[in-house]
């Protein structure tokens, strides 16, 4: 991520990792608690494609890149015990220096990083400097009051820091992971370039089909969503 949120033990400010999973008919885009942590883990990736089954169904085949996460028998190379087997998924991997395979989601990181840009904590390109050093020095303080439990000094802390930072401030690391899920979910329902076109049912002006609207025209056309739960999932 480009922002920072708070740790959700320490409390201390840290970035963290957002795993997302993208169909590449609709150009959806799937996250869940899971595939929001705090470091590249199995558990964190494995996160994303959960998502996609726990919402719409199982892939047949994924595409990811060539982390060592993914590539290893728990998830690919077992043949009868991995989640690929067992689960009859196929697992393509993207061609090491070749980003461009993997544009539907580089796009998406560029999307985040893009909205990233209301947190007071962004930290990514156009953030001023000196802003960033207030804006840290200020979040330790939050760490350190927030461990005296001064819930009317952090709260004062916080909103000066949305002033300095000119947006939002997590005030805990759930925050964070809601923000990400809706800024998803926003994403869905945005017109994508990608998309064929339609006459907006409101304006009735040409534009680009959502997500959502392109996944709505394949259940109109008969698909249905398979979702796992329970054991499966």
């Not at 957002?18 to 959806?28: F, G, I, Q």
């Not at 002033?163 to 990400?180: I, L, M, R």
Request: glycine share 6%; proline share 5%.
């Amino acid at each position: 991520t480009k922002f920072y949120a708070p740790h959700p033990i320490s409390g201390k400010w840290v970035t963290g990792e957002v795993w997302h999973s993208h169909d590449v008919a609709t150009r959806k885009a799937y996250v869940s608690e899971r595939s929001i942590g705090l470091s590249e883990s199995t558990t964190v990736i494995m996160g994303a494609p959960s998502a996609v089954c726990a919402e719409d169904g199982e892939p047949l085949f994924w595409q990811t890149d060539n982390t060592g996460a993914v590539k290893n028998d728990r998830i690919e190379f077992d043949p009868v015990a991995s989640m690929a087997a067992r689960r009859s998924i196929e697992i393509v991997h993207n061609i090491p220096g070749n980003s461009q395979a993997n544009g539907i989601a580089e796009s998406f990181n560029r999307y985040l990083q893009e909205r990233a840009k209301e947190l007071a904590t962004y930290k990514g390109d156009g953030q001023d400097a000196k802003t960033q050093i207030r804006i840290h020095k200020i979040t330790n303080k939050l760490t350190k009051v927030a461990s005296l439990a001064d819930a009317a000094e952090f709260t004062r802390l916080r909103a000066e820091a949305e002033k300095v930072g000119a947006g939002t401030v997590f005030a805990c690391w759930s925050d964070a992971v809601e923000w990400v899920k809706r800024v998803v979910a926003e994403f869905n329902d945005r017109p994508h370039r990608s998309l064929p076109k339609i006459a907006d049912p409101e304006t009735g002006k040409r534009r680009h089909m959502t997500p959502n609207e392109r996944l709505a025209e394949f259940m109109a056309d008969g698909w249905q969503r398979k979702p796992l739960s329970g054991d499966e999932l």
